[in-house]
């Protein structure tokens, strides 16, 4: 976590208390404050893209990153750098610029602007290929969830994904854009799927398109 601002602060702190071991970057040390006492994760003192300053953060070791610092260039960078020099897949990054944010999510990477904004959405992303309850119809037998899937189902037609986690993919979120799908629409980089399904099998569904699709014989 790059930031330890009220978003990162919160964000890191709801990642230790799902059992994930987290660290926190920021120049400022006064920063780490906003952290509760009962925080034990790692603080780092320095610039979140300096790559020695993420060795020390365990990068190397990391499956997900989030720069939620006040500045969108130093977002960017970080998690450019985090990225392509890391190879770590989970990355977003805080725009504070809605065009700016459109713009870098075609080029593949993913970023939340401030409005709205909420720690919860830093997780969605983060986590590898976590899921996100949405809606719960009033029998709680039903679930609208939303995942963000491995890559390698880019291409994969939606039919596929649905018979994958028995569900029904609601719409899709595309460019910040909510899409209806159609019987020819096929999952591309940087969707999240909205997908109806039974509540007690998002666990098992997470666990599918967290990988990448089993070759077909």
Same mark, same amino acid.
């Given at each position: 976590?790059?930031?330890?601002?009220? @978003?990162?602060? =919160?964000? #890191? &702190?709801?990642?230790?208390?799902?059992?994930?071991?987290?660290?926190? %970057?920021? /120049? *400022?040390?006064?920063? $780490?404050?906003?952290?509760?006492? =009962?925080?034990?994760?790692?603080?780092?003192?320095?610039?979140?893209? *300096?790559?020695? %300053?993420?060795?020390?953060?365990? %990068?190397?070791?990391?499956? +997900?990153? =989030? #720069?939620?610092?006040? +500045?969108?260039?130093?977002?960017?960078?970080?998690?450019? @750098?985090?990225?392509? &020099? $890391?190879? !770590?897949?989970?990355?977003?990054?805080?725009?504070? *610029?809605?065009?700016?944010?459109?713009?870098? /999510?075609?080029?593949?990477?993913?970023?939340?602007?401030?409005?709205?904004?909420?720690?919860?959405? !830093?997780?969605?992303?983060?986590?590898?290929?976590?899921?996100?309850?949405?809606?719960?119809?009033?029998?709680?037998?039903? &679930?609208?969830?939303?995942?963000?899937?491995?890559?390698?189902?880019?291409? =994969?037609?939606?039919?596929?994904?649905?018979?994958? @986690?028995?569900?029904?993919?609601?719409?899709?979120?595309? $460019?910040?854009? #909510?899409?209806?799908? &159609?019987?020819?629409?096929?999952?591309? #980089?940087?969707?999240?799927?909205?997908?109806?399904?039974?509540?007690?099998?998002?666990?098992?569904?997470?666990? %599918?398109?967290?990988?990448?699709?089993?070759?077909?014989?």
């Amino acid at each position: 976590m790059m930031g330890c601002g009220r @978003v990162g602060a =919160a964000a #890191a &702190t709801a990642l230790e208390g799902r059992g994930h071991t987290v660290a926190v %970057i920021d /120049q *400022d040390p006064a920063a $780490f404050r906003r952290l509760p006492p =009962a925080f034990t994760g790692q603080r780092v003192t320095g610039v979140g893209f *300096d790559r020695e %300053i993420l060795r020390q953060a365990g %990068i190397a070791e990391a499956y +997900g990153f =989030a #720069a939620v610092s006040s +500045g969108d260039n130093s977002n960017v960078l970080a998690a450019r @750098v985090v990225r392509e &020099t $890391f190879g !770590v897949d989970n990355v977003v990054a805080r725009i504070y *610029d809605p065009d700016r944010a459109e713009v870098y /999510q075609r080029l593949g990477l993913a970023t939340v602007a401030t409005v709205p904004w909420a720690a919860d959405q !830093v997780l969605r992303q983060v986590l590898p290929a976590g899921a996100a309850g949405e809606y719960q119809e009033p029998s709680g037998y039903l &679930t609208l969830a939303r995942f963000d899937l491995h890559p390698g189902w880019v291409g =994969a037609d939606l039919t596929e994904i649905e018979a994958a @986690v028995a569900g029904r993919v609601a719409f899709i979120s595309r $460019f910040g854009k #909510a899409v209806l799908p &159609t019987d020819q629409t096929v999952y591309q #980089a940087g969707d999240l799927l909205h997908v109806m399904l039974p509540t007690d099998s998002m666990l098992g569904a997470e666990r %599918i398109l967290a990988r990448a699709p089993e070759a077909q014989p």
